[in-house]
């Protein structure tokens, strides 16, 4: 009893506003016409109907929310793995097209000799070597043997140091360890051509006394290397040293063929 005694007011109130929209809906059905007061009673009722409508609404919004989530979860995944799929294939296709620009280069390309250059791909490099040596997919089954120059059509790789039966590794010609000779294009001064240890980097020592080296002189391969055929590009000088005094000279060439993204060399038996 107390607690009917402590909300009579609130219980009233409601069933008051019960008994006014059933007379309206009584009294309107049939009518065009309503009275003042049950349009008075209509527009007051108004906004507890829209509150009413948009809460179902919203209510109906996120009981299909939550009805379709495992569908919208499982499309989604099957979205991603898609995503995944495609981001492989184009990778594919990338590859496939720097391939294809390789050999369409190697076409225009002066192979010395009548023997067909060997194709071969680049499959390893050691992490602790990574500009001295590298593997290739060719071997003893394609006829290579150690000695063999490696070439792009930009300019001399290095040479092949061991061979296998279907790989063989390259020893680079930035290796410390390589040398080769080389002539001043624009002169034909004989030099020697160094590793340095660094894949942009070449050094170059004179062959005679006299020697004119200007920075942005071409440097290919000479016929008295004993490991690259006559005329291939070796690099552009990029530095001249002349030593203290003058008395000696020495250089910097800048390779070109890029030896730090390489992926596609010929070999020259």
């Known amino acids: 009893m107390r607690w009917l005694t402590e909300r009579w007011p609130i219980l009233v109130g409601a069933f008051v506003v019960f008994i006014l929209i059933a007379l309206i809906y009584i009294t309107a059905d049939g ?30 919004h996120w009981v299909a929310v939550v009805r379709n989530y495992s569908h919208l979860e499982q499309e989604n995944t099957d979205l991603r793995q898609e995503v995944e799929w ?15 620009r390789s050999l369409r280069e190697a076409l225009g390309f002066p192979f010395p000799g009548n023997e067909q250059p060997v194709a071969a ?14 593997s290739i997919n060719r071997g003893e089954d394609a006829d290579l043997d150690t000695g063999d120059a490696v070439v792009t059509p930009a300019g ?12 063989a590794e390259v020893m680079l010609v930035t290796d410390d360890r390589s040398a080769f000779g080389a002539v001043v294009a624009r002169t034909g001064d004989p030099v020697i051509v160094e590793g340095s240890g660094r894949w942009s980097e070449l050094h170059l020592k004179p062959l005679v006394k006299e020697v004119d080296l200007r920075t942005g002189d071409q ?11 006559e005329g291939l590009p070796v690099g552009t000088v990029a530095a001249v040293d002349t030593g203290q005094y003058g008395l000696s000279l020495s250089a910097i060439i800048v390779p070109h063929a890029d030896l730090a993204r390489i992926s596609q060399v010929f070999v020259i038996k």
């Not at 440097?219 to 055929?229: D, E, L, V």
Request: proline residues 5%.
């Open 31 to 60: 009518r065009q016409e309503l009275s003042p007061w049950e349009k008075t009673i209509k527009s007051g009722v108004a906004p507890i109907y829209g509150a009413l409508s948009n809460i179902t609404a919203w209510a109906n």
């Open 86 to 100: 495609l981001k492989r294939r184009l990778e594919a296709v990338e590859r496939l097209e720097q391939e294809n």
């Open 121 to 134: 791909k680049i499959i390893a490099r050691s992490p602790s070597n990574w500009f001295d040596k590298v």
């Open 156 to 167: 001399v790789v290095g040479r092949v140091y061991s061979v296998a039966s279907n790989t």
């Open 219 to 229: 440097i290919i391969t000479s016929a008295m290397s004993g490991i690259f055929p």
